[in-house]
């Protein structure tokens, strides 16, 4: 074996972006390495799916990784796919493996438990109490330098044989500036000094003759889009290019050819003179390591089809809205306007693609509801559920009188929402002033479905789901996979007073006014959900619709 230690180091949502950056250490460090600035990561283009097949060797369909579950739902010590870091336990039984990395959730969902690794992350106190941008802000000053500074620390008394050193600021640069904007390189460089910092303390022990090291990201993004925020998830070239390098005895000074993210574990193992595992897809890239026969990729199922993101629009003639989420927030119906709030990927739904709102939810800024009957109908992939959150509603729930969340009673506004747990689904109509005498105005009454709608979600499922009312026969009714779980009359007021479900804009994920459920106390939950092919009816439900429907999503 040439090298005697190794360094993985992957910094989060850089992209091909180094090319743009000043970045002094990374040039000095791979000056004499292998490094690419035309990589590929997987899709979709997200960290925790990216961060898997890194860490695994294989794509998402494989490895189903998401960022909704990895914080709480541990990998397999026996799994099918193991980690780097169990293939070098199972080769090098007494080697001191370590991970120093911002990114805490990778040590709970990625990084397999009792195998001997030391793991440490940032101190979660630097950003107690804070939240969205003001959180974000504070993670880019402070988080990487933490666990940099940690690093260094550790240094001083053990010297791992392989380490893996994670910074993910830049990502919340990118989410909040623009990816390539200004800030998002400027938090590039920042990185850059800290990896600087690393390298000349591994320079001062003596270290870096006999070191291997390895640079990786996990994805890139888009630019600051005209809704405030910029995301990634997709598949276009600002997303899933990324960048590569690696340094060390019998490196090929150059640039690796063809290199795809899933590579990283193979680049090691081969530098560590341990065989890859049979079931993994990556390789070892053309011209990275002297001596080596290049040997071509087994596997094709790693170029995502682009023919998943065309939009077909079924024809029908009740259809008022329809929202595909493939690739963009167009109403392909109508003119409705979509405006994400949070952060929101276009990913993987299924055999196609959706949005995922988990970090934030969407609101239809213009589509209210008439008098009439109506339908919404979509798919939906409901990640595993700890505590309730709001699937949809229309429901304006702030008080204006006292500018308080009032939740069970007090002062509510018309309208319907769907929220969901663990157990299943429940539906809550409102009624604001429904049984009001003349003169009363503090009366609301509420409608609900007796009782929770049975489905396990502990887990998630993937579901086609339809909410109809049909207001001539007063019914509300609830299909699950084209199957109607819940039909249930309505409060003969609801009748007499016909705005009872216009409520505010329709809203997916969150209520309308974004703060569900303020009153219980509680952080907004996240609705950990990718939905696409929303359709909203301008009639209830039909069997001729639900045909269509069940053709539609099962084609």
């Given at each position: ?383 595993s559920l700890d505590k309730e959150c709001m699937l949809f509603s229309n429901v304006d729930s702030l008080s204006r009188e006292y500018g308080t969340y009032v939740w069970w009673g007090g002062v509510t506004y018309n309208g ?14 409102w009624g604001d002033g429904i049984g009001d005498e003349p003169g009363q105005t503090d009366s609301h009454w509420h409608y609900n479905s007796e009782e929770t709608i049975k489905v396990d979600l502990s887990k998630g499922k ?94």
């Amino acid at each position: 074996m040439l090298n005697k230690r190794f360094l993985l180091v992957g910094m989060d949502g850089c992209g091909k972006f180094f090319k743009d950056a000043n970045t002094p250490n990374i040039d000095r460090i791979f000056k004499e390495g292998n490094l690419t600035y035309n990589a590929q990561t997987v899709f979709p283009s997200i960290s925790a799916p990216c961060w898997g097949s890194m860490f695994y060797g294989v794509t998402p369909e494989k490895h189903d990784k998401h960022n909704a579950t990895i914080d709480h739902v541990p990998h397999p010590v026996d799994s099918e796919y193991p980690s780097i870091f169990r293939v070098i336990r199972e080769n090098y039984k007494d080697a001191e493996l370590v991970s120093f990395c911002t990114y805490a959730d990778l040590h709970v969902g990625v990084i397999e438990e009792g195998i001997g690794v030391h793991k440490e992350t940032f101190d979660h106190d630097i950003v107690a109490g804070l939240k969205g941008k003001e959180r974000s802000e504070k993670l880019m000053e402070a988080e990487d330098p933490n666990i940099a500074d940690k690093l260094i620390a550790y240094l001083d008394d053990h010297d791992p044989f392989f380490t893996f050193f994670f910074m993910g600021s830049t990502d919340s640069a990118g989410h909040y500036y623009g990816y390539g904007s200004p800030t998002h390189l400027k938090q590039i460089e920042k990185l850059d000094g800290l990896l600087g910092k690393v390298w000349d303390k591994l320079e001062s022990l003596g270290r870096t003759d006999d070191l291997f090291i390895a640079l990786t990201t996990d994805h890139g993004g888009t630019p600051l889009s005209a809704y405030g925020s910029a995301t990634h998830g997709g598949f276009s070239k600002n997303e899933m290019t990324i960048t590569m390098a690696a340094r060390g005895n019998g490196i090929i000074k150059g640039e690796m050819k063809d290199a795809k993210i899933i590579d990283i574990p193979s680049i090691l193992f081969h530098a560590m003179d341990i065989k890859t595992p049979e079931n993994q897809m990556g390789i070892v890239p053309d011209n990275l390591f002297e001596g080596y026969e290049f040997k071509e990729r087994k596997s094709e199922d790693i170029v995502f089809d682009i023919d998943k993101t065309k939009v077909e629009v079924p024809e029908c003639d009740s259809i008022k809205n329809y929202f595909p989420f493939k690739e963009d927030f167009y109403d392909y119906k109508g003119n409705v306007i979509v405006k994400p709030k949070g952060k929101y990927y276009f990913t993987r739904l299924g055999d196609g693609l959706g949005l995922d709102i988990e970090d934030g939810y969407i609101r239809f800024e213009n589509l209210k509801f008439s008098n009439e009957s109506f339908s919404i109908a979509f798919r939906a992939e409901i990640h595993s559920l700890d505590k309730e959150c709001m699937l949809f509603s229309n429901v304006d729930s702030l008080s204006r009188e006292y500018g308080t969340y009032v939740w069970w009673g007090g002062v509510t506004y018309n309208g319907f929402q769907i929220t969901m747990n663990k157990d299943g689904f429940w539906i809550l109509i409102w009624g604001d002033g429904i049984g009001d005498e003349p003169g009363q105005t503090d009366s609301h009454w509420h409608y609900n479905s007796e009782e929770t709608i049975k489905v396990d979600l502990s887990k998630g499922k993937t579901a086609d789901i339809i909410f109809s009312v049909d207001r001539k026969k007063n019914k509300a009714e609830f299909y699950l996979d084209f199957e109607c779980l819940a039909s249930f009359d309505l409060h003969e007021d609801f009748k007499k007073y016909r705005n009872t479900l216009q409520g505010g804009m329709l809203t997916f994920g969150q209520d309308t006014t974004g703060e569900f459920p303020a009153a219980l106390r509680d952080e907004n939950p996240r609705a950990p959900m990718t939905i696409s092919d929303v359709f909203v009816f301008d009639k209830e439900m039909d069997e001729e619709n639900l045909m269509m429907l069940k053709k539609f999503f099962n084609k």
